[in-house]
Each structure stands twice: as C-alpha cells, then as structure tokens.
C-alpha cells in the first residue's frame, strides 16, 4: 500500500525534482531509492547529514563531485578478460583525478561539516594508478613514452613518412601532366596519385581506386611500394606495442579493482547527499526536530510543489488531541492541508529537509497510509464508495500507534447518513488503536461528534465568504462551512434556487427517517457529557439518565442512544432563517443568563451553533432549542443569550410560525373556531 500512498501524497514527484539535482548515475539510483528510514536514530542522521551538505551550499562554494562516466563499464567488465581502450583510460584518468579533488575539497570544509567531511577519509587517492594512466595515456592516445619498444617503432615510421613524402613530390613533378589534379591521396592507408583515365598505362603501378565518374584512376606508384610495405608493417607493430601498455595498466586497474568501488560508492553518496541539499536550498527547505511519539507541530510549512505561492500553514496533532477533523469550502485548502501533513512527514522520514520553520516537529511513522481522491476503477469495477472501503479496510488492518493516517472526504460516495455513521465508527476504531488521523469532510455530525470527544478537535480553513476567494488559513478549535449556497449566490445563481435549496436541505435534514439521529443524538451526547464534567461525579443514575461518567457511556450512545434528549421528527418549522449564526470563529462566553423566553435566539458554544427558545425552562434546568430545524433539549448553563425576542420580532408576532408545522398550524385554526371529532395534534415528547 506505501507506494500507493506515496503517489497520493506526491511523494514520488519529490523525489523526481530532488534526483534532477543528482550529477551521477549512482546519485540518481539513491534518490531513486529513498524511502522512509526505520529508526528514529537513522532519520535523525540522515536529515543531519542533509543540513550540514545544505550549510556547504550556503557558503557559495561549488561541490566538485566527479563524473561517473564510463566508471560503471570499467568495474562491470574488470576481470573478465577484456583489455580496456585508451578512452576507458581517460576515464579512470579524470575520476581520479576528480577524487582527489574531492577529498581535498571536504578536508577544507572539515570545520562546517564535519561527519559528512569524515566520509572522503574513506576514498583511495590510487597515487600510482593514476600517475600510470597520466604517462602512457595522452590526448586519448597511447603516448610515445609508454614504453622503449613503442617509442622505437614511431620513430622508424616517422622516418620512413618522411621517406615517403619526399619520394611524392618527385613522383608528382614527373607526372604532373598525366595527374588529374595537383595532389596525392590516400587509399587503403596507401599513398596514390589522380591519374586521368586516358593516361593510366603511361604511370608504373597498382591502380587502388577510381572516381565514381571514371575519368581518374588512382595509382600506387612502383617507386613507392617498397616503402608503403615497410610501413604496414611497423603500423602492425605499433598495434602490439600499444596492447602490451593497454594490458599493463589493465592489470593495474584489476588491482585497484576494490579501491576503486569504495571510491566509486562514496562519490554516490556524496551526490545523493548534496542532491538532496540542492533541492532543499531550492524550495528554502530547513532542519527541523523529529521524534517518535506521534507529535506533529508545523509553523509556516508549505507544499514543497507549490512554490513561493503557497500560503503558510500552522498545524498541530498529537498532543492533546489524536485526531483533527478539518472542515472548510471546496477548493479552500483542505486537501492541500492534509497532503502537506502527509509530505513533509515522508520527507523527514526520510532525512530530506522541510520547507518549514525550524521550530517545528515532526514525527517518525513506521506507516503513513492516505486514502485521497475518490480511487475509481473501470479495470477492477469499482466505484468511489468500493474504493475507499476497500482503503480503509487495509489501513484498519495496519494501523497502531505508529500510524499516520491521512482521509480526505469522509462519508463521501454513498448515503450520506449511513456514510457518517460508517465514518464516525471507523474514528473511533482508528483512535482506539492509537493511530494518529487527520481527517477533512462537510458533513456537521462528524463536526459534532469531534467536538465533543476526547482525543478529537475540529479546524476550519478560512475562507472570505464576501470575495469567495480561499485564505488557506487553517484555524485550530474551531468547524467550518461549506459556504455552498454563498458561492452559488455569488456566482449568479437564482435566489429562487437559492432559497429553493435552503428549504429542500431543512427538509432532508428533518425527513431524513428514525434511524437517522444523528445530529440531535450528537448534541444530547454533548451536553450528556457536559453536564456530567460539571457535576464531578454526581451520582451514576438519576431518575433514569445514565451515568455519563462510565467508560462505556459512547457505546451505549452508538448502540442505543440511550442518552437523554432526542431530536423531534416529523415536524416542519415554518420560518426560513430565524435562527442566526454568528460570524466563523466567533464564540460567546458561557455566563449564566437571565430566564430566557420563548422566541429568545441563544448560542450554543460547544456546538458554534445559534437556536431559537421554544420551550423555557422546566425543572430540571433543560431548555428546549430549534436548531437547524430540529428541536434539542439542552441544559441552561450550555446556553448564552444571542439576540432577546423583542429584537427579533414584532411584539403580536406569531411565534407559531417558527416552530409549528403548516399542517399542525391549519388545525390549531380548525380547531380554535370549533370541535372536530377524530381531529388532534399529536408530538413527540422533546
């Protein structure tokens, strides 16, 4: 599953930009390579050597790290017999060469860098290999002081050129007449002279070639044969002399054979290194502090494929919380957020640097598992809904305390209510394991459930919901919106669609069927909650309310929502927006408020939601709120005066209106002008 995951996270595409840096083919291969590391100790030192290589850059100098050309050839092939060739000669000449290089190079930078320094101590400076190799071997050719035998043999055929030469030009002044041209070739390594065709009997000779037109004939004169011979014949001795040097320094290279790799390996690990530092210095990448308990905490991070553009973002996750549902608008950052989570973890991991602030922290994973993007299959017949099933089935089969786990959408792909169930659970499960889990999603339950869970909390990327323009700010502690019906007004749709969208949302909301309690059963399971931190440890059972404090109060919540308060179904409220909202992360504080009224707009802190009184206050201090269309009953001390009655409505205002059905409103007029047998209103009790 890590490659999948690290595909989703553009952890392969990082790798990609960093290897580009990479001067050598081994260089390349590391990078290639790179995975995260497996111990905390390991990554630690891998991510030091990266700084100290990044330090280096930083004092402008350039690394001379030496070309891996041809090297790979020369070890594949040391042993087996073959005779290496002046230009495989030229190669080892200037790896060599650069080697010292190298090693004279890290020396000076002992002071600033030193263990990644203490690795060149380790290479061979193969003094006389190398100083062999500079004196047989010139300009890619066997030199003449190779050897005394070859030195011998090029100055026989120096001579017998110049031999020849002085025997051409005596040969072109006497046929000067009969030659095509005023000059002599070569053909078959043969001095010839351009003979028209008409002539070619009046020259004494071979003729070797002609023209392609036929009109000249090229022919070795007699006079030169005797000389030509003699030259083939120290040419071939020559070939013999240059393959005994080449054999000789052959042998020499055979011995060095293991130096030779241990140079070779060090060269690559250098590149690997400095790669890395290169692509850190390029996308202003920095050292941070990595540990191995699950703590996450970023201060200006950015994507490292985003560029200068990215916007800066703070996040925190493992300390007091596991586990943080991110919610916000499409296109508000949400998945950019997550995936930056997930990609600088891999990257410190695996001791690249980070583009983040040198204060932040960062954890050490045995696994990072994401399930991002919708994973449709044509191939394997799955739909968006199979495939994160099918993801979160091996995440759950994986996930521990050392477990990163990344999910982008939740409840998305099937029903929504069924989806937020399965999502809800599949939480509780992650965070029962231990697993540390960033999570986005739309949906308010889950909103709701993570703000009254331990271990939980919400964030909310912000969003200007004037400009419908993204500000890519994550806000810690508080849930975000969607802002759907604010963009589609931006964007010109109808506000008869608009307002048409409104009623058919409250209307799904309050349709939705008896085994969809979620909503109200989250708020009731809060204020459960609530209300028994208050108490300190009131008695377990009290006229038939659980004991909130047992360990097990969730299950029986999942199980039976056996947990006070219930949401009202079935009925409709009639007044579109009589309840508001207050501005995103605005909070009011929880003082105690005056006896509040039917009609009375109220905030609710722990849920950031407004409702409207509709019933006061009975006995036991629970005050019954519409909110979001549904009637909860919620304790007094969770509830903070919003906006009094009279600044809402019209002193004969028929409250009525907001909280009855029309249906139920047409039969308390019947039923008001006259008795009608069989007719009554009938309500859940709160």
């Given amino acids: 599953m890590k490659e999948t995951t690290w595909k989703r996270l553009d952890y392969d595409r990082v790798k990609q930009l960093a290897a580009d840096y990479a001067v050598s083919y081994l260089g390349k291969e590391r990078i290639e390579q790179l995975a995260p590391l497996a111990t905390l100790q390991s990554a630690r030192r891998a991510m030091?050597?990266?700084?100290?290589?990044?330090?280096?850059?930083?004092?402008?100098?350039?690394?001379?790290?030496?070309?891996?050309?041809?090297?790979?050839?020369?070890?594949?092939?040391?042993?087996?017999?073959?005779?290496?060739?002046?230009?495989?000669?030229?190669?080892?000449?200037?790896?060599?060469?650069?080697?010292?290089?190298?090693?004279?190079?890290?020396?000076?930078?002992?002071?600033?860098?030193?263990?990644?320094?203490?690795?060149?101590?380790?290479?061979?400076?193969?003094?006389?290999?190398?100083?062999?190799?500079?004196?047989?071997?010139?300009?890619?050719?066997?030199?003449?002081?190779?050897?005394?035998?070859?030195?011998?043999?090029?100055?026989?055929?120096?001579?017998?050129?110049?031999?020849?030469?002085?025997?051409?030009?005596?040969?072109?002044?006497?046929?000067?007449?009969?030659?095509?041209?005023?000059?002599?070739?070569?053909?078959?390594?043969?001095?010839?002279?351009?003979?028209?065709?008409?002539?070619?009997?009046?020259?004494?000779?071979?003729?070797?070639?002609?023209?392609?037109?036929?009109?000249?004939?090229?022919?070795?004169?007699?006079?030169?044969?005797?000389?030509?011979?003699?030259?083939a014949s120290l040419r071939a001795e020559e070939a013999r002399e240059e393959a005994k040097v080449l054999a000789m320094l052959t042998g020499l290279v055979e011995e060095a054979d293991y130096e030779l790799k241990v140079n070779v390996e060090t060269i690559g690990t250098?590149?690997?290194?400095?790669?890395?530092?290169?692509?850190?210095?390029?996308?202003n990448a920095r050292h941070v502090n990595l540990?191995?308990?699950?703590?996450?905490?970023?201060?200006?991070?950015?994507?490292?494929?985003?560029?200068?553009?990215?916007?800066?973002?703070?996040?925190?996750?493992?300390?007091?919380?596991?586990?943080?549902?991110?919610?916000?608008?499409?296109?508000?950052?949400?998945?950019?957020?997550?995936?930056?989570?997930?990609?600088?973890?891999?990257?410190?991991?695996?001791?690249?640097?980070?583009?983040?602030?040198?204060?932040?922290?960062?954890?050490?994973?045995?696994?990072?598992?994401?399930?991002?993007?919708?994973?449709?299959?044509?191939?394997?017949?799955?739909?968006?809904?199979?495939?994160?099933?099918?993801?979160?089935?091996?995440?759950?089969?994986?996930?521990?305390r050392s477990t990163l786990v990344l999910l982008d959408e939740m409840a998305s792909g099937t029903d929504p209510g069924e989806g937020v169930g399965l999502s809800i659970a599949i939480l509780e499960q992650l965070h029962?394991?231990?697993?540390?889990?960033?999570?986005?999603?739309?949906f308010n339950e889950i909103k709701h459930f993570a703000a009254r869970t331990r271990g939980f909390e919400n964030a909310r990327m912000e969003f200007d919901a004037e400009t419908l323009q993204p500000l890519y700010r994550l806000r810690i502690g508080e849930a975000g919106q969607s802002y759907a019906f604010q963009i589609a007004t931006k964007l010109g749709l109808s506000p008869a669609i608009i307002s048409r969208s409104q009623e058919l949302t409250a209307g799904l909301a309050r349709e939705s069927g008896p085994d969809d309690k979620w909503f109200g059963a989250l708020v009731s399971y809060a204020e459960a909650s609530e209300s028994s931190e208050a108490d300190s440890g009131a008695a377990a059972e009290s006229e038939g309310e659980p004991a909130w404090e047992r360990e097990d109060a969730r299950d029986e919540f999942t199980e039976t929502n056996k947990l006070g308060a219930r949401p009202v179904r079935g009925e409709e409220s009639g007044r579109e927006g009589a309840t508001k909202k207050p501005e995103?992360?605005?909070?009011?504080?929880?003082?105690?408020?005056?006896?509040?009224?039917?009609?009375?707009?109220?905030?609710?802190s722990y849920l950031n939601q407004t409702g409207i009184v509709y019933a006061t206050e009975d006995k036991r201090g629970m005050v019954g709120v519409m909110i979001q269309k549904q009637k909860c009953q919620i304790n007094k001390k969770r509830l903070a005066l919003h906006i009094p009655k009279k600044d809402l409505y019209p002193d004969d205002y028929d409250l009525d209106i907001v909280f009855e059905t029309k249906q139920n409103r047409k039969l308390k007029k019947l039923m008001s002008r006259k008795h009608v047998e069989g007719i009554s209103i009938i309500r859940e009790p709160d």
């Fill in 584 to 604: 995103p992360g605005t909070r009011k504080p929880e003082v105690p408020v005056r006896g509040l009224e039917v009609g009375d707009s109220v905030f609710i």
């Fill in 291 to 400: 540990n191995d308990r699950g703590r996450i905490r970023l201060v200006g991070a950015t994507h490292p494929l985003l560029g200068a553009g990215g916007v800066p973002l703070d996040f925190e996750l493992g300390g007091r919380y596991d586990t943080l549902i991110v919610t916000g608008p499409n296109t508000g950052g949400k998945t950019i957020a997550l995936k930056t989570v997930g990609l600088l973890t891999l990257m410190a991991n695996s001791g690249l640097l980070v583009p983040a602030g040198e204060e932040s922290d960062l954890s050490l994973f045995a696994t990072v598992a994401a399930d991002i993007g919708d994973g449709q299959s044509i191939e394997q017949s799955l739909s968006t809904f199979s495939a994160h099933i099918r993801n979160m089935v091996d995440i759950l089969q994986a996930a521990d």
């Fill in 48 to 231: 030091d050597e990266t700084a100290e290589a990044l330090g280096v850059l930083k004092t402008g100098a350039s690394v001379p790290i030496p070309s891996l050309s041809g090297i790979e050839t020369v070890l594949q092939l040391t042993g087996t017999g073959y005779v290496f060739t002046e230009h495989d000669f030229a190669n080892i000449g200037l790896f060599l060469h650069g080697c010292n290089q190298l090693q004279a190079y890290m020396a000076a930078k002992r002071r600033i860098a030193p263990h990644i320094a203490a690795f060149a101590d380790s290479m061979y400076g193969l003094t006389q290999l190398k100083g062999e190799i500079e004196r047989c071997i010139r300009s890619g050719r066997v030199d003449d002081a190779a050897s005394r035998d070859l030195s011998k043999v090029r100055r026989k055929l120096a001579a017998n050129a110049e031999k020849i030469k002085t025997r051409m030009d005596s040969l072109m002044a006497k046929y000067r007449t009969l030659m095509q041209e005023q000059l002599y070739s070569v053909r078959s390594d043969r001095y010839v002279l351009p003979i028209k065709k008409e002539h070619r009997r009046l020259v004494s000779g071979s003729v070797l070639d002609e023209s392609a037109s036929g009109q000249t004939v090229y022919i070795e004169p007699s006079e030169l044969a005797h000389l030509q011979h003699e030259t």
């Fill in 432 to 442: 029962a394991l231990g697993a540390k889990v960033v999570a986005t999603t739309h």
């Fill in 270 to 283: 250098y590149d690997f290194i400095f790669a890395k530092a290169k692509y850190a210095l390029a996308i």
